[in-house]
């Protein structure tokens, strides 16, 4: 029997009916680590099996709206990471930052982007039933990956508080009851040489144990050319790491999967491109200053050059465990996870963009090892499928705990000669006074304490109406820490007393003594300007520590009726919740230590899912409303003159749109799937910063970052089936319309930092045997070489904008190998 996870073509939503999806429904069943139940090629779509409300079901019959990405897509494409997701489902969007610590998601233009150590994403991301504490956790390579399923909307009633915007639930494939796996390799070219290795054996032990283990390795150049090094290639990356499963059967009711796993990546990533000439803030047109003359010509997304004297960096390693027990007791199954992950993640960063201190234009550089790691526990119990009352209920609990040590260096220099040099001028010139080194250390860190307990139940009212009703209470406490030391910083005179100043991008001292000293200065009088300056002064070497706790209930109603066999409608209300958090980060002073609120949603949708032609067609429609309060969000500011971003309650937003999935096969061997969302997320009302100036706020009406209105991909792979060696082929295409990379009060930095609006066109072709067991696939990705910008943001040198430029943006091509055995 030929699987179709075996072909090669394009899914885009990927909802193919591979084996991993044709299942049959298990009553009553938890999650993982149940084994695929595999069905003929011949199955339409409409049996894909999914787990978006904690146990087995049908995609159909599932109230929520689900787009489903599985594995086979992702390879088919090249991209095996959640950044190739983005692509195939038009509501989920992706801010690639230049580390994956302040990489975010976005769901229906909802998302947190935050450089905070102590603040938490909207869009929970989940991997074999364990929550990552951090998204930037799964941002790297997949590996066995059998499905993604993207869940859009509130779904804090069985995934937690920080699913706000949605989830993003990850499942690996299940180790097989026979030996046999696979071997692949692939070249990749054209912007940037990229080799790949993957693999995975499934080893039965016994009738009763088996596992699976699996590794990839894959080395990549990278995509932009740094001059200050020769012209050397960066933005590449080398990953490596492994999988191991073992599923035990103590008997046919009881069952534990032990799943371990561990990567390593060193990535020389990701340096922001000059893409723009100086600005003209007021007026947003573009001018010349000295630091010009240090800079690659800007070409705006069409930029590939740097001239950075600090290789920009990431070193990421990751581990984790977790035991999976699920017991059939037979009115109820009673599942237990116990997880551990560790994730130690070092920033290098070259904050300038230039080759060297010059006169005027500072050299920034940033070292910043963060480590984390995370304890959690849930219980549930799940009833049988399809009786009167089918329910899940459990208790969750986690302790997430994250320290960051980072330093930002210094070199400054001033003119020593008057009139200053005009023309740019290093610091090592005769023309430069002596340079200064000042420096900062900061020492802080977060603890999350979660504790949950939850539950949703729906009533069979007959055959075809359903009434869902859930709720869930969350505990939160959240703990942070904050010390910062400061050398080499000049001294100024405020209110008759010698006080340290900022240097660019450093703050002087803050910890406890200077928080003391600054609050009683202000209970004295004392103007904030002043209170601000002079609170260093009081600085005693002890951590500043703060605390917070808050409890919330919420939950989720609904109703469902199926109108006839094919057709399923629904309506939900769900209330999401996000837990409180702090703007912890390197320059924090005593104006930022206010706690940021908790972030709630009220979301409304309505969805028809039409499962048509014995199940080959699948056409599924949503529709929603969301608005949040106390919106956590950043916003730019200025810090000790360098652009950093302000994590804050930034007032009430709200989305509305519709959502379409596609998924048709009109015959056995052709796929077609496609899918298009549209998206109308803005600011109803906007709180600015504690302490920000009147004109930083954001009118009502403002789009929100991320949120491009439109959005869609559609895609078809099929196969010529000869008995012997049978080609194969495969097209996807996507298109998006304009969107913000920049949440800011002033509407010149949006129009300058906005993405232009784009399509992308992928193919491949391809060879196998007929069984399968061998495979040649080639494929060219960006055929129409289309160039855009991941990210734009102000902040460059004269003022000059950065753009983040993703491998996607320029054309190339690969070849892979596969023997399954």
Known sequence: MIKTHMLAGVAAIAIVASPGFAQTPQTGAATAPEAATTTPDDTGPGDIIVTAQKRSERLQDVPVAVSVVSGAALEAQGKLNLEGA???????????????????????????????????????TVVDGVVYSRSGEAFGDLLDIDRIEVLRGPQGTLFGKNASAGVINIISKQPGSELGGYVEGGYFGGNGAEWRLRGGVDVPIGDNVKTRIGGFYSDYDGNIRNQAFGGRRVNGYKHYGFRAQANIDFSPNVTLALIGDYHHNNDDCCAEVIGSPPIVGATGATTT????????????????????????????????????????????TVTSITAYRNYKNTEIRDGDFLDRAYIGFNQLHDFGPQTGHTFSQEFRLTSPGHQLIDYVAGIYYSRAISRRIFTRNDVVCASAVVPAPTALTPCTSASAAPSTTPSGTADYGSTFKNLAFFGQATLNLGDRFRIIGGLRYTDDQLNIFHIRTTTGLATAVSGGLTVPTAAPGIQPNFDQGVFDRYTALLAAGTPTAIALAQAPLGSNGVPFRTKTTN????????????????????????????????????????????????????????????????????????????KYHNFQANNPDLVAGVVVTRFTNAGTISTRGGELD?????????????????TDAKVDQFNPAPGAAPTATVQPGTPLAYAPKWKGSLAADYRIRTGSIEPFFGAQASYQSKQLSAFSPDPILRQLATIKAYGLVNLSAGIADADDHYRLTFQVRNVFDTSFAAAIINGGPGGAYRYQIPRDADRYYGVTGRINF
């Open 86 to 124: 983005v692509s195939l489902v038009p509501s989920f969007n992706f801010l690639k930052s230049g580390t994956t610590l302040n990489q975010s998601l976005f769901l229906r233009g909802v998302g947190t982007a935050t450089f905070s150590i102590a603040g938490e994403p909207s869009i929970s």
């Open 551 to 626: 409890d919330n209930l919420s939950g989720k109603a609904g109703v469902q009726f199926d109108v006839n066999h094919d057709v399923m409608a629904y309506a939900t209300y769900a209330r999401g919740y996000k837990g409180p958090a702090y703007n912890v980060f390197f320059n924090l002073t005593a104006t930022g230590t206010n706690r940021i609120s908790p972030e709630t949603a009220d979301a409304y949708e309505i969805g028809l899912k039409n499962s048509l032609m014995n199940g080959r067609l699948v056409i599924n429609l949503a529709a929603y409303y969301a």
């Open 289 to 332: 200053n000295p630091s010009t003359a240090a800079l690659p010509t800007p070409f705006y997304d069409q930029s590939r050059t740097i001239n950075q004297n600090l290789i920009t960096a990431t070193k990421e390693t990751g581990y984790g465990f977790s035991a999976q027990l699920n017991a059939d007791l037979g009115m109820a």
């Open 662 to 678: 596609l998924l048709w096969r009109p015959v056995r061997d052709l796929n077609i799937s496609g899918g298009v969302a549209y």
